[in-house]
């Protein structure tokens, strides 16, 4: 069964810091891309990064550059978000998901073969 499971959302603090988990299980880890998302309230859902196999990553949204970041250990099959100087606008569920093929990193949403379930990140006094 191919899934992924997002983990480590929670309320924290205007420029506080979180770090996200997508494990993944049933499926090649490590010759997939692994993308990370987000929506927030009342929003479409729109691309972070997609990190590709060995690990490299490519920016969607340059917005968060110098906040957020992603690294993967491929022993684990795990990837992560880190998010750092968090902003109440950063409030969103964010989601993970994979694609076949190790290095192709999707322009449209609809090329993602699976996802995650989505953990909420809720950035508030």
């Known amino acids: 069964q191919l899934q992924l499971v997002e983990s480590g959302g929670g309320l924290v603090q205007p420029g506080g810091s979180l770090r996200l988990s997508c494990t993944g299980s049933?499926?090649?880890?490590?010759?997939?891309?692994i993308g990370w998302f987000r929506q927030a309230p009342g929003k479409g859902r729109e691309g972070l990064f997609c990190?590709?196999?060995?690990?490299?990553?490519?920016t969607y949204d340059f917005s968060v550059k110098g906040r957020f970041t992603t690294s993967r250990d491929n022993d684990k099959n795990i990837v992560y978000l880190e998010m750092n100087s968090l902003e109440p606008e950063d409030t969103a569920v964010y989601y993970c998901?994979?694609?076949?093929?190790?290095?192709?990193?999707?322009?449209?949403?609809?090329?993602?073969?699976?996802w995650g379930q989505g953990t909420q990140v809720t950035v508030s006094s």
């Open positions: 049933g499926f090649n880890f490590e010759n997939h891309v």
């Open positions: 998901a994979a694609r076949d093929g190790r290095f192709y990193c999707p322009d449209h949403e609809y090329e993602w073969s699976f």
């Open positions: 990190v590709s196999g060995p690990g490299g990553f490519r």
